[in-house]
């Protein structure tokens, strides 16, 4: 047999060469097609997901939702909170948002759709939402939407551990999954930090009011952050979120520290540290005489919110200022 030529041994070579990068592109796009087809849809759940909400409706969401509309101040927190800020299109109006809410809202990117008490449901309708996020006391609104063929999960941010959980709950129904859970892990960081430094501490009785008499009882959140911050609810042992105090139940605890719950309710009440310290008989209670009465803004205190921490660690500073000390 003849030897094949060198011009046939360079055909042989650059045929065997172009199979070579034929059978290679082969093999990465092959590769690259099961890694694809390993990754779950970037925009749709894996399977439907239904959930249960606060107000106990279950939702099936078939695919994560793209336009979200929140009705409530602090859903609204939590959406951006986990990265969800480009698909929130509408959102009520509130004066201690974040700077990052208040220019999404001024700049349009975010439709303002009214306030907490007047949402405009024409102009949330037009927003075309998926989903529709509401607090638990805004039901007529929710109920109305809801009856539209919206989507509505309504939270209750019950206490702390509810708070948490309605978080995780945005991120299961979002694909925000992480981002939430990441969220979630730094307020409960914080939380215990500031738990764990005052475990040991002596703790002072705390009486908290928001105007006439109204303070809170064992069911709230006020409870929670007051136990949180290493201090006594005196009516910890009372039953449900509200109770009326009278004179003679807060002189018989004596508390070390009196809080105003600073807001609507104690402005309207004409609730000071100034009003409290005339009250008749008042001038006995130990936090009088010593100058213990502190106002602290309702929304770092009353409500479980974005501003939570903030609320645990501003009541820490009050109760232990040898170790939450500004100074």
């Known amino acids: 047999m003849d030897k094949p030529s060198l011009i046939e041994l360079r055909s042989m070579n650059k045929n065997k060469i172009i199979a070579i990068i034929i059978i290679a592109a082969i093999a990465v796009v092959g590769i690259y097609g099961a890694i694809t087809l390993l990754q779950p849809a970037e925009e749709e759940p894996e399977a439907p997901i239904t959930i249960t909400d606060g107000a106990g409706y279950t939702v099936t969401f078939d695919e994560y939702p793209e336009n979200i509309v929140s009705i409530a101040p602090s859903c609204t927190e939590i959406l951006f909170a986990i990265g969800l800020e480009d698909k929130t299109v509408g959102a009520p109006i509130y004066d201690k948002y974040s700077p990052e809410i208040q220019a999404a809202l001024d700049s349009g990117a975010t439709e303002s759709v009214g306030d907490f008490q007047t949402i405009n449901a024409e102009l949330v309708v037009g927003l075309e939402p998926d989903l529709i996020l509401a607090k638990s006391t805004q039901m007529q609104a929710a109920e109305q939407f809801k009856e539209l063929g919206k989507k509505v999960v309504i939270l209750t941010h019950e206490g702390f551990s509810g708070y948490l959980s309605d978080i995780e709950l945005i991120g299961q129904i979002t694909g925000a999954d992480e981002d939430a ?98 009250r008749e008989g008042w001038s006995a209670l130990s936090a009088v005489i010593n100058e213990q009465i502190y106002e602290v803004d309702e929304n770092l205190i009353t409500v479980a919110g974005p501003d939570i921490v903030e609320g645990i660690q501003t009541l820490a500073e009050i109760f232990h200022p040898e170790v939450f000390g500004t100074d």
């Open 181 to 278: 859970a990441t969220f979630v892990a730094d307020i409960e960081s914080q939380a215990q930090e500031i738990a764990d430094a005052t475990k040991d501490l002596e703790k002072p009785t705390v009486y908290v009011e928001y105007g006439n008499f109204g303070s809170y009882g064992a069911g709230s959140v006020v409870n929670e952050l007051i136990t949180m911050a290493g201090g006594v609810n005196i009516f910890a042992d009372a039953d449900g979120q509200y109770i009326t105090a009278s004179t003679e139940d807060v002189l018989d605890a004596d508390p070390d520290i009196i809080i105003i719950s600073a807001g609507v309710m104690s402005e309207y009440f004409g609730c000071t540290p100034e009003e409290i310290a005339t």
